[in-house]
Nanobody
Framework: QVQVAESGGGLTQAGDSLTLSCAAS????????MGWFRQAPGKEREFVAG????????????SYADSVKGRFTLYKDNAKDTMYLHMNKLKPEDTAVYYC????????????????????WGQGTQVTVSS
């Protein structure tokens, strides 16, 4: 059974950059659907970025929430079974607990739906952006 663990969160200032990592163990996630969600205090969990990797090359389809498009970049190192979220130009409203999730490749549907319904989730990592 696959497990994922997030790391890389912390306290930073507006305008700074931060890279989150999501390391998988238990099986290869090379072809998985993977993504990031976040939950701010008092708010519902929301989708941040996700992708469906179709083969062992870097070709994949990805999507981003409008609030992070152009600032956040999703990528993966298959050799390490690790997915990353590089966050640029951070804003105070990016403050949240960030969760990663992964689901096997044999499910159809949107990235959000597959991960929400079928994903294996980590415990989250806190990102705090001060103004």
């Amino acid at each position: 059974q696959v497990q994922v663990a997030e790391s890389g969160g912390g306290l930073t200032q507006a305008g700074d950059s931060l890279t989150l990592s999501c390391a998988a163990s238990g099986r290869s996630v090379a072809y998985d659907t993977m993504g990031w969600f976040r939950q701010a205090p008092g708010k519902e969990r929301e989708f941040v970025a996700g992708g469906r990797w179709t083969d062992r090359l870097t070709t994949y389809t990805d999507s981003y929430a409008d609030s992070v498009k152009g600032r956040f970049t999703l990528y993966k190192d298959n050799a390490k079974d690790t997915m990353y979220l590089h966050m640029n130009k951070l804003k105070p409203e990016d403050t949240a607990v960030y969760y990663c999730a992964t689901a096997p490749p044999n499910y159809s549907g949107s990235v959000v739906r597959v991960l929400t319904d079928l994903g294996s989730w980590g415990q989250g990592t806190q990102v705090t952006v001060s103004s």
